[in-house]
């Protein structure tokens, strides 16, 4: 009788446990889902009638949204800005997976003099603020003559310490076998390289794509510094002067702006949110 009862008490703790934990989640999920809600809530409204004094939780004209996102792209240079910042988010994304893949590939695999000192160093550059090395980095650029230009945008972002640590435990688990295999054919280092561990390294390189991504698109402190001129704005600047405390936008262009920019980054995550989980397990539990 007392095993019954004490099965019965812990099938009862594991529903209880299950129950909050499902709690738990949806109010998480709530907190962090509402705000996009109440954006879209506020751009598909009609004009003049603030949600404030009129609270609702669904939209209630998706012609208004869809002019006020009309007006928008094509009285401002929005779209130029949408450009730029691909174009930008792009280019760093090619970058980081190069640079990154080539160091990585040394580092996982081989060894060579003085290469614990450098990781190290490395990885101590994760633990400094970006913050301090923003003004040595703009005396950089602006000696260069980049100001203004992509590549002040792009350059200084593509050595990422980060996504050389992600492909670092990543590429310690390639089989060496296949690599002294493909030595013994004749096959030089670069076309090593190329053909073997990157192809094996999809999954990671996919995953530090999609980061990166994100990470770019939403980057603001580093592009209102090294390019102040407005026909280099991203799309994080724009959305700046929509912000600003003086710009006389209602708030519902306000929000529309803000929508038009964080769509791009929530597609990219939705479409690709597995493969960002599954390349950080990879990469966290191989090695």
Request: include cysteine; charge should be neutral; charged fraction near 10%.
């Amino acid at each position: 009788m007392s095993m019954v009862t004490e099965h019965t008490a812990h099938n009862a703790d594991q529903i209880i446990w299950r129950v909050l934990k499902w709690v738990l989640a949806l109010c998480i999920a709530v907190v962090a889902v509402f705000p996009i809600w109440w954006m879209i809530n506020v751009v598909f409204s009609e004009p003049g009638v603030p949600v404030s004094i009129n609270p609702r939780l669904y939209p209630t004209s998706l012609s208004s949204g869809l002019s006020k996102i009309h007006m928008i792209l094509t009285e401002t240079d929005y779209l130029r800005a949408y450009w730029i910042t691909i174009a930008y988010a792009l280019l760093t994304i090619l970058g980081v997976l190069f640079i990154g893949s080539m160091a990585a590939f040394e580092f996982a695999l081989f060894d060579f003099p003085g290469k614990r000192l450098i990781f190290g160093l490395v990885m101590l550059s994760l633990m400094v603020p970006s913050v301090v090395t923003i003004i040595p980095t703009y005396l950089l650029v602006a000696e260069m003559g980049w100001l203004n230009t992509m590549q002040g945008l792009v350059v200084p972002g593509i050595a990422s310490a980060f996504g050389l640590f992600m492909l670092i435990q990543f590429m310690r688990s390639l089989p060496m076998e296949m690599i002294e295999a493909a030595r013994l054919d004749g096959a030089s280092h670069f076309r090593i390289y190329w053909h073997i561990a990157l192809p094996l390294s999809k999954n990671a390189m996919v995953t530090l794509a999609i980061l990166t991504f994100m990470k770019t698109w939403g980057n603001f402190t580093w592009p209102l510094i090294v390019a102040p001129k407005p026909d280099v704005f991203t799309v994080g600047q724009v959305v700046g002067l929509f912000n600003a405390p003086f710009s006389h936008q209602t708030v519902d262009v306000v929000m529309t702006a803000n929508l038009l920019a964080a769509l791009p980054p929530l597609i990219f995550f939705l479409i690709f949110q597995r493969k960002i989980v599954e390349g950080i397990a990879m990469s966290g539990s191989k090695g």
